[in-house]
C-alpha cells in the first residue's frame, strides 16, 4: 500500500504545483522580471500624457483582445498565409489603434528584462489598467502570465465582438457568452468614459433614434453629417481625458452616444446600475476593476500553451 500512497501523493502535488504554475498572478513577474511592469507603466503614463486618447485606445485593445477565443494577445498579430489578422474585423477596422505604442512597450520590456519573458497579452492586461491610472482612474491587481496565441480569426472577431448598434438583450447575451454579467456589462461599459468615437459609429443614433436628448442630438450633428465626415470625432462624454462617471451621468439624461450605450439606461434591467454608478464614482470604481479581471480571465493561454512572442505583430 505504501507505494500506491507514494504515487497518488506524488501525483496530487504535481497537480497542485501545475495548478499553481498555470493560473493567472498578480506576482508573476515578480521574481522573473521585477522591472517589467515599471516599465510599461513609465512608456504608457508617457503615452497617454502626449495624446490623452492613447488612454482608451490601449484600453480597448485589452477588450478587443480578450472577447475574441481569450485574452491571447492575437489582436496584435498581423495577417499571414495562414489567416487574417483580426484587426480588419468589423468592430476592429480603421478604429483599434496604440499598436505603436505596444511595440515601444514590448522592445523596452525585452530590454529591462534582458530577453523575451513579458508576453504581449500580458503587456496588454497592464497597458490596460495602467492607461485608466494615468486618465484619474482606479487600479486593481492585474493577474499575469499568460501566452501569447500562435493564430487569429477574422471570422470569429466578427462574429463575437458586441456591436454598437446592440440593444440590452443582445449585449446581456454578448457578455454571457464570455463568461461576464450584466454588472461586468454596465462596469466595462463605464469605460466609454475615456475616448473618443468616429461619426460613422454613432450617426445613426443621433438623427434616428427616440430616446436622445434633442439638444445632445443637435450638437453631434454639427460635426456628423448625414453624409461625409465618418472619421469625425466626438468625445463619449464631456471629459474624454478623465476617468469619472460623466458616462453614466449622460445615460441618465439620454446623452449616450453609442445606440449600445443608451441601451443601459432604457427602462430595462440595469438601469438602477447605471444610477448607482452616476452618483456613486467609488462604487464604479470598485466594480470597474472587478470586472477588468474578470475579463482578463477569460481563456488565458497559460503554462506551456502558445509562446512569448518577440514580436507582438507575428509569430515567433
Not at 485606445?57 to 491571447?72: A, E, I, K, P, T
Not at 446581456?172 to 473618443?196: E, W
Amino acid at each position: 500500500m505504501a507505494p500506491r500512497f507514494n504515487f497518488l501523493l506524488h501525483a496530487f502535488l504535481c497537480l497542485a504545483l501545475a495548478t499553481t504554475s498555470f493560473s493567472l498572478s498578480p506576482k508573476f513577474y515578480d521574481n522573473l522580471c521585477p522591472q517589467a511592469l515599471p516599465a510599461i507603466k513609465r512608456i504608457v503614463e508617457a503615452a497617454v500624457h502626449r495624446e490623452p486618447r492613447m488612454g482608451a485606445s490601449l484600453l480597448r485593445l485589452h477588450f478587443h483582445d480578450c472577447f475574441v477565443n481569450g485574452c491571447d494577445g492575437s489582436l496584435l498579430l498581423d495577417s499571414t498565409s495562414a489567416f487574417e489578422t483580426e484587426k480588419n474585423a468589423r468592430g476592429n477596422f480603421n478604429s483599434v489603434r496604440g499598436f505603436e505604442v505596444v511595440d515601444q512597450i514590448k522592445a523596452e520590456v525585452d530590454r529591462v528584462c534582458g530577453r523575451p519573458v513579458v508576453s504581449c497579452a500580458d503587456i496588454l492586461a497592464v497597458a490596460a489598467r495602467d492607461s485608466v491610472l494615468a486618465l484619474g482612474g482606479p487600479t486593481w491587481k492585474v493577474r499575469l502570465g499568460r501566452r501569447d496565441s500562435t493564430t487569429a480569426s477574422r471570422t470569429l472577431a466578427d462574429s463575437v465582438l458586441p456591436s454598437a448598434s446592440m440593444d440590452l438583450p443582445a449585449l446581456i447575451n454578448n457578455f454571457k457568452n464570455q463568461g461576464l454579467n450584466k454588472r461586468d456589462l454596465v462596469a466595462l461599459s463605464g469605460g466609454h468614459t475615456i475616448g473618443l468615437s468616429q461619426c460613422v459609429i454613432f450617426r445613426n443614433r443621433i438623427y434616428n433614434a427616440t430616446n436622445i436628448d434633442p439638444a445632445f442630438a443637435k450638437e453631434r450633428r454639427a460635426t456628423c453629417p448625414r453624409t461625409g465626415g465618418n472619421t469625425n470625432l466626438a468625445p463619449f462624454d464631456p471629459t474624454p481625458a478623465r476617468f469619472d462617471t460623466a458616462y453614466f451621468k449622460n445615460l441618465v439624461k439620454e446623452r449616450g452616444l453609442l445606440t449600445s450605450d443608451q441601451a443601459l439606461f432604457s427602462g430595462g434591467s440595469t438601469d438602477k446600475l447605471v444610477e448607482t454608478y452616476s452618483k456613486n464614482p467609488d462604487a464604479f470604481w470598485v466594480d470597474f476593476g472587478k470586472s477588468m479581471i474578470r475579463m482578463g480571465n477569460i481563456k488565458p493561454w497559460t503554462g506551456k500553451q502558445g509562446q512569448i512572442r518577440v514580436n507582438c505583430r507575428k509569430v515567433n
